[in-house]
């Protein structure tokens, strides 16, 4: 079944963890041996022939780059907002070049993505990739281990929708209306913190003046509004200054997970009377209550990927319907196999849950609306 996959920081992995995505994971992992510079080396989940050989053909990814605020940086931040455009700009010339290998391909209009998915319905899946794991010949002493799988061309590329995660790297709203043309289609205004724009998860109070003028023009434009990491403040700011398509791109339960990164059980009712999709995470610690980065292991706390599926349920549940639930991984987000469920090894495993919610009585057509069908809808309208 094809899955689509609401949140993927791909190029982010490809230049800040120095990762070619084109290889296997064993070959990423193999090649961080050693290496100790972030929290997650050897533990990558993901590639995009993982990808490939599990029907994840429909991805959003990302291009990311925050600056640093006086006070509150949680995470790397530029210096300057020039500095974070010229990130995502190096971002974007990734994922140009993973379109001229035939690995990916961008997604911008409802007639490229009814064309991409009758590509991946016309092609089985058998043929769709290539093991490359069992294809390395790791032999000490031979030069050219990854030749081999070098060779090989995929016969699928990944569809990608582009999305841009905490909008500080727009240094004035032309940079917005720049991105659009150059495929942008989703922006989530705020990450972690203060933002320039809104403010984010940890964070509090509305849109400053500059936020209110990027909503405007998003709408302007028709770009999606990626809720995530809002803060409570801007989001409900948003439902009211925002009138064109919304979605929660990777976002978890706070009945569940109390915790401010999480929705309320109020926010996503709101967000489903929007049409919106919510896609379920799989950051272990938006999963299960009372995680310690570094510290807690998914061993410990018996956390296995059936846990999204109560994320995924109460969304659901809480709709009257599972035609506003998805899944956007967030997978090698700035973390990897010490953050995720125990059974998960890597990016291949999301296939697994479709047969999860069989067992847990949904039906054939709500385990296709789930695993790609909402979020497709979702475009086809936003995109009409
Ligand atoms: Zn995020």
New binding site residues.
């Given amino acids: 079944m094809l899955i689509f996959d609401a ?1 993927l ?1 791909l190029a982010m992995n490809a230049l800040e963890w120095n990762r070619d995505l084109t290889r296997s994971i064993d070959v990423i992992r193999q090649r961080e041996t050693g290496m100790t510079d972030k929290p997650d080396r050897g533990n990558g989940t993901v590639s995009l022939p993982e990808m490939r050989r599990s029907g994840i053909g429909l991805c959003v990814a ?1 291009q ?1 780059a925050r600056i640093e605020h006086n006070a509150y940086s949680p995470v790397f931040g530029w210096r300057s907002q020039e500095q974070a455009w010229a990130q995502t700009q190096g971002q974007l010339a990734w994922y140009r070049a993973m379109e001229e290998a035939g690995q990916m391909s961008q997604i911008k209009d409802a007639d490229g993505l009814a064309r991409h998915l009758k590509l991946w319905a016309e092609t089985p899946l058998e043929s769709s990739s290539f093991s490359s794991s069992s294809s390395i010949n790791t032999a000490p002493g031979n030069g050219n281990q990854y030749a081999l799988e070098a060779e090989q061309k995929p016969k699928l590329p990944i569809g990608y929708i582009l999305n841009l ?2 909008a500080d790297s727009f240094v004035t709203l032309k940079h917005l209306e720049r991105s659009y043309e150059q495929g942008l289609r989703a922006v ?1 205004p705020a ?2 913190g203060p933002g320039v724009y809104a403010n984010g ?1 940890d964070a509090s109070g509305g849109f400053n003046a500059k936020g209110r003028e990027l909503l405007k023009e998003m709408e302007r434009l028709g770009i999606i509004l990626d809720v ?2 809002l803060c409570d403040d801007c989001f409900w700011e948003a439902l009211d200054l925002f009138n064109g398509p919304m979605w929660a ?2 976002q978890n339960c706070r009945a569940l997970v109390p915790h401010n990164r999480q929705f309320s059980d109020e926010q996503i009712k709101a967000l489903v009377e929007r049409g919106a999709v919510i896609g379920a ?1 799989l ?1 272990a610690w938006m999963l299960v209550p009372g995680w310690i980065r570094k510290k807690t292991t998914a061993e410990s706390v018996g956390l296995k990927l059936e846990r999204i599926i109560e994320h995924i349920d109460r969304v659901c549940q809480i709709a009257g319907s599972a035609r506003y639930s998805g899944i956007g991984s ?1 997978l090698d ?1 700035a973390f990897g196999r010490e953050q995720t469920p125990a059974d998960l090894d890597t990016i291949a495993d999301l296939a697994r849950i479709p047969a999860m919610l069989k067992a847990r009585g949904y039906s054939e057509e709500d385990v296709t609306s789930i695993a790609h069908g909402n979020f497709v809808r979702f475009l086809m309208k936003a995109w009409s």
């Fill in positions: 949140h920081d990302t990311i995660e905490g989530g990450h972690y998860t995530t990491h791109s990777h995470a950051d967030d987000g």
